[in-house]
């Protein structure tokens, strides 16, 4: 069964960088995603990626900032986050889909805290 781990979370002042990291133990689908949720706000989409090709989309509010890319070898994704906003707070999760299930992101990470200081 794949499971993610993500890590790299931390505090940061405005301006700043955080390069989060997700890990895969075994094969998931095609598809690997970002996602945070803020206090008090609905979990939100950031950035997505295909396994098998070099396929990105990103969310309006980090386009330009944030960078999703990933490393075959190692099974891992990315997300490189750059002129850090004290919104960007929020625990981000990594998430996948299912090679049985493409596009449904049922695979889910325990979440990394990422706090941006102003």
């Known amino acids: 069964q794949v499971q993610l781990v993500e890590s790299g979370g931390g505090l940061v002042q405005a301006g700043g960088s955080l390069r989060l990291s997700c890990a895969a133990s075994?094969?998931?689908?095609?598809?690997y995603a970002w996602f945070r949720q803020a206090p008090g706000k609905e979990r939100e989409f950031v950035a997505r990626?295909?396994?098998?090709?070099?396929?990105?989309v990103y969310a309006d509010s980090v386009k330009g900032r944030f960078t999703i890319s990933r490393d075959n070898a190692k099974n891992t994704v990315y997300l490189q986050m750059n002129s850090l906003k004290p919104e960007d707070t929020a625990v981000y999760y990594c998430?996948?889909?299912?090679?049985?299930?493409?596009?449904?992101?049922?695979?889910w990470g325990q979440g990394t805290q990422v706090t941006v200081s102003s």
């Open positions: 990626i295909t396994w098998g090709r070099v396929t990105t």
């Open positions: 075994g094969r998931a689908g095609s598809s």
């Open positions: 998430a996948a889909d299912r090679i049985q299930t493409p596009g449904r992101f049922d695979l």
